[in-house]
T-cell receptor, first 113, second 114 residues
Framework: GENVEQHPSTLSVQEGDSAVIKCTYS??????FPWYKQELGKRPQLIID?????GEKKDQRIAVTLNKTAKHFSLHITETQPEDSAVYFC????????????FGSGTRLQVQP | EAQVTQNPRYLITVTGKKLTVTCSQN?????MSWYRQDPGLGLRQIYY???????DKGDVPEGYKVSRKEKRNFPLILESPSPNQTSLYFC?????????????FGSGTQLSVL
């Protein structure tokens, strides 16, 4: 099956700085890469996603980049704000017989005001 | 309002006492899934269902059962809970056409097995 590694596990930045979270995956046939944000005590929610035929996608202060050759993708958050503090999960979708998402282990981002 | 509803939100039980966590979605989604969340391990899939009467094992199915008799409901059953099943559980659903990647999560069930 797919193997997803996510780094770093914790990240602390000053308000206004940028934050970058990276994930690597093992199966080159994976074709969909969403990112989920989980605030403390809340459910994970999709914040941005990218498909394998696209190299970069932006949505206001967040962006995701995909390097299919190297099999890694990254979440970029610019001009961080305290409300960006949360756990972020990357995920990889690979169509197998069971069509499942495999999640990374999560990154706890703390934005210091 | 489109949502995935899980109940209960918190549950404390004892080893061996059967329990059921309910999950219901009102978006007419074909795909439903259960995950458990443990510190440092991310979200691991327990069981999933592609449609009514179609269920299959995920990565960590041992000790769990599911059923999908109706499209909207996907209950998680622990026949004989053990302490290693203490975890935060999430139900999720998605429309089949999205490749099952755009998941909508329920609010979670924090289970403690003593």
């Amino acid at each position: 099956g797919e193997n997803v590694e996510q780094h770093p596990s914790t990240l602390s930045v000053q308000e206004g700085d940028s934050a970058v979270i990276k994930c690597t995956y093992s199966d080159s046939a994976s074709n969909y890469f969403p990112w989920y944000k989980q605030e403390l005590g809340k459910r994970p929610q999709l914040i941005i996603d990218i498909r394998s035929n696209v190299g970069e996608k932006k949505d206001q202060r967040i962006a995701v980049t995909l390097n299919k050759t190297a099999k890694h993708f990254s979440l970029h958050i610019t001009e961080t704000q305290p409300e960006d503090s949360a756990v972020y999960f990357c995920a990889v979708y690979l169509y197998t017989g069971r069509r499942a998402l495999t999640f990374g282990s999560g990154t706890r981002l703390q934005v210091q005001p | 309002e489109a949502q995935v509803t899980q109940n209960p939100r918190y549950l404390i039980t004892v080893t061996g006492k059967k329990l059921t966590v309910t999950c219901s979605q009102n978006m007419n989604h074909e795909y439903m899934s259960w995950y458990r969340q443990d510190p440092g391990l991310g979200l691991r899939q327990i069981y999933y269902s592609m449609n009514v009467e179609v269920t299959d094992k995920g990565d960590v199915p041992e000790g769990y059962k599911v059923s999908r008799k109706e499209k909207r409901n996907f209950p998680l059953i622990l026949e004989s809970p053990s302490p290693n099943q203490t975890s935060l559980y999430f139900c999720a659903s998605s429309a089949a056409g999205t490749g099952n990647g755009k998941l909508f999560f329920g609010s979670g069930t924090q289970l403690s097995v003593l």
